[in-house]
């Protein structure tokens, strides 16, 4: 059974960075999906970016230009590297892994970035 931790959440000024990451334990089977989500206070979880097996990536048109998502497959890690924070970007973030139909949620890391 997968088992995702994200990590590297927090709290940064607008315009600041910021790096999560989304450790995989368990059995990673290919070709797989693994994307990052975020939910704000409110509204429905929406996706930011997603990434495939072979590092094929496309982003929400809210976040282009911005956030990078990455995976080192070796390590069963992705990861999204956040630049140029907003405001709007204050959300729970959550990874998630897809396989075949199945799909699997981190815990979520918290993200709050002030103005």
């Known amino acids: 059974q997968v088992q995702l931790v994200e990590s590297g959440g927090g709290l940064v000024q607008a315009g600041g960075s910021l790096r999560l990451s989304c450790a995989a334990s368990?059995?990673?089977?290919?070709?797989?999906?693994m994307g990052w989500y975020r939910q704000a206070p409110g509204k429905q979880r929406e996706l930011v970016a997603d990434i495939t097996s072979d590092g094929s990536t496309s982003y929400a048109d809210s976040v282009k230009g911005r956030f990078t998502a990455s995976r080192d497959n070796a390590k069963k890690t992705v990861y999204l590297q956040m630049n140029s924070l907003k405001p709007e970007d204050t959300a729970v973030y959550y990874c998630?892994?897809?396989?075949?139909?199945?799909?699997?949620w981190g815990q979520g890391t918290q993200v709050t970035v002030s103005s």
């Open positions: 998630n892994y897809r396989y075949w139909g199945t799909t699997t």
């Open positions: 368990g059995n990673i089977f290919s070709p797989n999906a």
